[in-house]
């Protein structure tokens, strides 16, 4: 008499075998995110600075103003090399 899997546990296997296939599928972006807060030298947060990042390699470019507690976030850009400035008032 042969030895035989049962039918659930070949369809159980070959499950696990396509997840592990396809879940790294999604897991791949083209666009990514910045995030940050802005501190002084005394590490205070620095409130309403103005931060600019731009992408080095097709020029885009994007603001916003940190919030109370110093943060900002740039969501949904494309991936690629930065640059970031912060500019605020009373800072040189």
């Given at each position: ?29 083209s666009s990514g995110s910045i995030s940050g807060t802005v501190t002084d030298e005394a ?50």
């Amino acid at each position: 008499m042969e030895d035989k899997m049962p039918k659930k546990s070949i369809r159980f296997s070959l499950f696990v075998s396509l997840l592990l296939f396809v879940i790294p599928c999604f897991g791949q972006s083209s666009s990514g995110s910045i995030s940050g807060t802005v501190t002084d030298e005394a590490q205070a947060v620095v409130a309403g600075a103005n931060v600019m990042i731009r992408n080095i390699d097709v020029g885009l470019t994007r603001s916003a103003v940190t919030g109370s507690d110093g943060r900002f976030n740039f969501v949904d850009i494309p991936i690629g090399s930065y640059e970031v400035t912060v500019t605020a008032a009373n800072f040189a």
